[in-house]
């Protein structure tokens, strides 16, 4: 369905070091670096798309977050869930939703919230019940 998400983001470095730890939880492989842009991508798996990327938004404008917009990560377990919310707090994310149930989506739908460091929303989500 979707080629790419793009994130705009204030402070590339600061940036990095928040995305990569996540993507890194995620197991999303980092696909490219340009620092003088500056923009960074990471691949689906199996890849090559979708793709998400931030950057410095193109039009060279400041960034804004916007409200109402949110990019939503699939993980592959609820404890995947756990340590990728944990991560992103860890590495200056902003906890706008804890982990846990939100039977009023599905009643497997487990999931977590957080800004990035310039205030984007990113989701968690395990939409697996559990095994038994």
Request: charged share 20%.
């Amino acid at each position: 369905m979707f080629s790419h998400v793009f994130v705009g983001v204030s402070d590339f470095d600061r940036a990095m070091a928040f995305y990569r730890p996540v993507m890194e939880a995620l197991g999303l492989p980092l696909r490219f670096v340009e620092a003088e842009r500056p923009w960074a991508g990471w691949q689906s798996t199996p890849g090559p798309r979708p793709l998400f990327l931030i950057g410095r938004p193109f039009d060279g404008l400041a960034h804004d977050p916007g409200n109402g917009q949110m990019t939503a990560f699939l993980a592959g377990s609820r404890e995947q869930v756990d340590r990728v919310h944990a991560v992103a707090l860890a590495h200056g994310g902003r906890c706008d939703g804890p982990p846990g149930l939100r039977p009023h989506y599905h009643p497997d739908y487990y999931g977590a919230y957080v800004r990035d460091p310039d205030g984007n929303k990113l989701a968690v989500a395990c939409h697996q019940a559990l095994p038994g």
